[in-house]
């Protein structure tokens, strides 16, 4: 923050700061030590914390005697804080706080994260703070109509933004309720595998999760709370669909049909259209020949029913992915048989804490111990959005692409067999089986604790490796003829995750309809906006997926509201995308991409298009994207100025 910072007040003795203390992230509770005495004399000792680019976030290089000695300051400043009466936390100056953020993530990342982080962890928000609107504009914003598709993640936080700069809004969700993905995954085991003090929106981090990676549980509430604090739920219209919607020429306005679960089809007149659906809403089910003739139950982990009952019966979970790993050892736990059905295995993650709650003296500290709980957010986002990039960048020169990209990603490689060498040593069957035959981020990394390969080794469960032919009466039948008799078959099978924006059929300009323009290959500049299609601006669209997507989503939601925000202010009707912009950032996204693990050849993922093309995930070093993001630039489109219609022959505004 630039501003003072108040936290709730320690009134608790010395033995119980002592207590806690043990539990303390040591290069986190060093940032807060700079903070509290206004200067970097923590850092005076001759040591300080490093990190790796991959690997636990807990380990920081130091020894014990070392951490041993900033606990101890950290008791005296926290009890003379304390004797103060806890007062408010002035900010550190520029080139200080600068020096702080680079010792505290451990030098893991370059200069040029540095501002970003400090935004992000809410330590110094200034570059990513809202423009500032006088009276008259909030006046005019009143007459502007956003539409926004989708009350999950990135809906929500739209709404808030909207909201927070006085400009009406409404949201068409499909679903009942709000939370997106979260409400419809909730399948056993469904967890989030990023930490939630990452995983969660920079305005509205929170001190007290239950678990460093949280259940499903709690991270619909987590949305659900904020859409009730923020008043989003009264902008929301449940149980409908945005069928179409068209670009008027005329008046520059989108019509859009909206159907509703009782049947019935309204239009609406928006003069911004924000789909915010995300990647991840619509399951992926494989069309297998005689699946109509099954006697069991069919499931998606994406639309789960959570009245299913595995205890004692036969079951087979198809897909090894993220929702498999996570639901496979739930299930063996109650199955009397379980089969779990692999195409191709996935590289694990180890994450020893990944099921374990936060210790309570931890939650004391990010609680009360000022930016405590921000200089831990900030040096995980320093790995988690640059050094799984360094072990994931193709090295043209390195002669072994078909076990891995470089070296870097080699000795990555060569980590993960062994871990999972000491936890199958007694089962050499399943070793064989579990270890993938591409280069680790070639696909999605998953976390596990071990329950997933634990799972595997029961006498009642069984791996399968191959494809699926068909299914008959009792079960399914594998392409080598094996059958497996099964009363319940979870398809933990994924998300139609390339075929973004469907069913919705957007037309724009002259009549184009926006997946006719994409074909196979959704695109977008900036992940956003796309030519011919004026005012429409995607949350989480084509090319835009990290490690963290709600990083990624605020990236989105800042560009988005700088533009409508810039629109309003300089009275335009529509802003489109120059067609030169546009494939000048769709040529370099391909390069950027190809030169990644992730468009391994081969490989099939939900990164992938049908084409074989990397479409999902940001290939370009993050903070260019942050930067990128910050601010429209007006010139980079064709503007139209109120009492104009949209046209490509719109002189550009300039503004930068």
Known sequence: MSEPVTYPPITENDDFISDALREASIPALMGSLSHLRGDLTIWGHGFSPSASPF?????DGMTEEQRELVRAEAVKALAAYRDRGSPTVEPLDGETLLTVARLVIGNAAPDAFLPMLLADSGI?????????????????????????????????????????????????????????????????????????????YSFEQRPDWSHQFCERDDILAYFQELARTYGVLDKIEF??????????????????????????VTTKVANAFIPAVGQLSRPKTPALAGAAAFRGVTCHTGAYDRSLDFAGKRVAVVGTGASGIQAIPEI???????????????????????????????????????????????????????????????????PHQERSVSAANDQ???????????????????????????????????????????????????LVVGEIASLDEDGIV??????????????????QSSQFLQPMRIVGRGGEALHDYW??????????????????????????????????????SRYIMDAVQGMIESDLVSIECRQAVYDEYVDRYRQEANALAIATPGVSSWYKSASGNVVSNLPFDVPDYWNWTRKIRFEDFHV?????????????TGRG
């Not at 149980?239 to 019935?264: F, L, M, P």
């Not at 048989?337 to 191709?344: M, P």
């Not at 059958?483 to 998300?495: K, M, N, Q, R, S």
């Not at 290959?521 to 601006?537: E, H």
């Open 412 to 462: 990555v490689r060569e980590r993960l067999i062994d871990h999972l060498k000491s936890e199958l040593s007694d089962r050499p069957d399943l070793l064989e089986k579990v270890v993938p035959k591409y280069p680790p981020f070639a696909t999605r990394i998953l976390p596990n604790d071990g329950s997933y390969l634990r799972a595997l080794k029961r006498d009642t469960t069984e």
């Open 124 to 200: 110094d928000d200034s570059a990513i703070a809202p423009r500032p609107w006088s009276e008259r504009e909030r006046q005019k914003a009143a007459d502007f109509a956003v539409l926004i598709v989708g009350a999950g993640m990135s809906g929500i936080l739209m709404a808030i933004r909207m909201a927070q700069a006085g400009i009406p809004y409404t949201i068409i969700e499909k679903n009942a309720e709000v939370g997106g993905t979260w409400l419809v995954n909730s399948y056993p085991g469904c967890r989030c595998d990023v930490p939630n003090f990452f995983y969660s």
């Open 239 to 264: 149980g409908s669909e945005v069928t179409e919607a068209v670009w008027q020429e005329h008046d520059s306005t989108w019509r859009i049909a909206v159907a509703r679960s009782d049947g019935t």
């Open 640 to 652: 139209a100025p109120n009492g104009e219609t949209s046209s490509t022959n719109a002189v550009a």
């Open 519 to 556: 074909g196979q290959d959704a695109r977008a500049y900036l992940g956003i906006t796309v030519p011919k299609f004026p005012n429409l601006f995607m949350v989480f669209g084509p090319g835009t997926a990290v490690f963290n997507v709600i990083f990624l989503a605020e990236c989105n």
């Open 478 to 495: 594998m392409a080598d003829g094996r059958h497996l008799d099964v009363d319940i078959i979870l398809y933990a099978t994924g998300f």
């Open 55 to 59: 690997g636990p976030i807990d380990l």
């Open 332 to 398: 063996a736990a109650k199955a009397s048989h379980l089969f779990v059905v692999q195409r191709s295995a996935h590289w694990l993650l180890p994450s020893p804490n990944h099921q374990a709650e936060v210790p309570s003296g931890q939650k004391w500290l990010l609680k009360h111990v000022p930016h405590y709980a921000r200089w831990y957010r900030a040096r995980y986002a320093s790995r988690a959005l640059y050094g799984l990039k360094v072990v994931a960048k193709i090295d043209p020169s390195w």
